[in-house]
């Protein structure tokens, strides 16, 4: 018998085809990490109950879940806008999984007061959901989705609705609550902070398909698509590595490095280790190109920089004082340089 | 010079019809407040066959009302979440109550429940329930008629209703009836009120389905519209004042529904 969950989700709607196999130990946190319409929620609802199955299996714990409708599956449940029941306090809205569950009203009310007391909400009992803000609300859906005691936890875009500030003080919080958590847990984000921050693994999905899966590190150093790379911040080429060399789109261009792997490769390198020039500099080997400006646009406290091809697109961080003096400006040309040692090349 | 950016007065080609028309809503109204005998209207309210008829017709469409909402939210709910063929067909005869005249509904239920009609013949002989000339046959009429209007407000507040706050439900181990009872029904429960009380006013008013199915007898079957009726012949003021109890009960109740539901929905 395994432990946690264990499934191959296949969901078929209209033109849309998931197909997605999902693993998490109990304990696990796995994310969901992909653009919108990748699927991920629809995955999260397959799991659930909300929609059917078209093939695959689904298990947790070593029983098998397929067959059960969504009220009979034992699973935890956060939602993005978290849906708590209008008509019903805070309170009751956490007693209503256990009440359901069979315990009886005074119970099920003794352990919905623990769970609001554990996520720090002891206060707001009688609270009515529009009387919560953002962030009370989240607490409450986790709270309301944990006291049923779930094998299985999910979470919908746990932060999604919260805004910048709050979501620091929620991330932190639900970190800690995962942590305590001893079931499988699995969560669909788009954000790929959240996902770094929350998750022991992310599962990189993209229309449907499981395209990368891996510690959250590994998935930063080393993607695998344009997608993840622009996520995390990081140009990724595809090329051929031969001695040191790695050849990039179909032959158009050459980028050197000091890494060894040979064959199919990608090869990446972060924005802030580009180095603009107004005029061809000398000296040391690296590589160097030729680059039209194509955006400037601020990134936090440096300006990121759109470089366009041929022979290649990139993203080059510089300090805003940069700017002025290369007096970059769309459509102007540069000359942009990476050094061979500030490249990361694995196997493709 | 012009500081804003209304136009100009409203064209009378529309404004002259208006009036018109408020005015032929308001004036009768304004009539038989005119026309009422204000001295003797104590005296008048409290006579016994006003009153019978005025208990008869509160305890009539309440009755109504509570049968419109025991089988009309059922209906209701089935017509808006369970997909079965013929589910439009099924919506259209719902709403036949609605745009049937009221008379030939009555004929109708006298065809079915009548003492030799297709179900009442075996109610009489098995049960000996009769339902045509009773205060029950009363309250059928009054149901047939009015639980359109239920099952139209409340199959309007279920679509309207946001069908995640029940997957939530089922998530935390709600079964489909507990979903029911305490998510789907509180959400819409300003959708059944309102109805309700589109059924309680509707099924007060009653006149032709009342009168054809269960006739008119003072103290049984004579309600308060049928009482105006009959005493328009013999006691014209006697009507009026009649009239002005159903039209002082059909603002109350109008004002109630504006307050509580139309406003804050």
Redesign the interface.
Known sequence: MSEGLDARLVVRRGGFALDLPLTAAPGEVVALLGPNGAGKSTALRAL???VPMAGGHLRVDGEDLRPL?????????V?QDY?L????SALDNVA??PR??GAGRRAARRAAAEWLDRVGLAGYASARPRALSGGQAQRVALA??LA?EPRLLLLDEPLAALDARTRLEIRAALRRHLAGFTGAAVLVTHDPLDAMVLADRIVVVEDGRLVQEGAPADIARRPRTGYVARLVGLNLYRGRAERGTVVIGGGDATLDTVDSPEGEVFIAFAPSSVALYRTRPDGSPRNLWRARVAAVERHGDRARVQLSGPPFDAVADVTPAAVAELELSEGSMIWAAVKATETHVYPA | MRTDAVPGRPPWILVLPALAGLAFLVLPLLGLLVRAPWSTLGTRLVQPQVLDALRLSLLSATLATGLCVLFGVPLAWTLARVPFPGVRLVRALVTVPLVLPPVVGGVALLLVLGRRGLVGGWLDAAFGITFPFTTAGVVLAETFVAMPFLVISVEGALRAA?L??E?????????RW??FR??TL??V?PGVAAGAVLCWARALGEFGATITFAGNFPGRTQTMPLAVYLALETDPQAAIVLSLVLLAVSVAVLAALRDRWVGTA
Request: overall charge positive.
């Open positions: 659930a109950g909300l409708p969504a009220d009979r599956r034992g699973i935890g449940m939602f849906l029941f209008p008509h019903l209503f999984g359901c569950r309301r989705a049923v | 946001d995640r706050y997957e939530a439900a089922a998530t935390l181990g709600a079964g507990t979903v305490r998510v509180p959400l429960a």
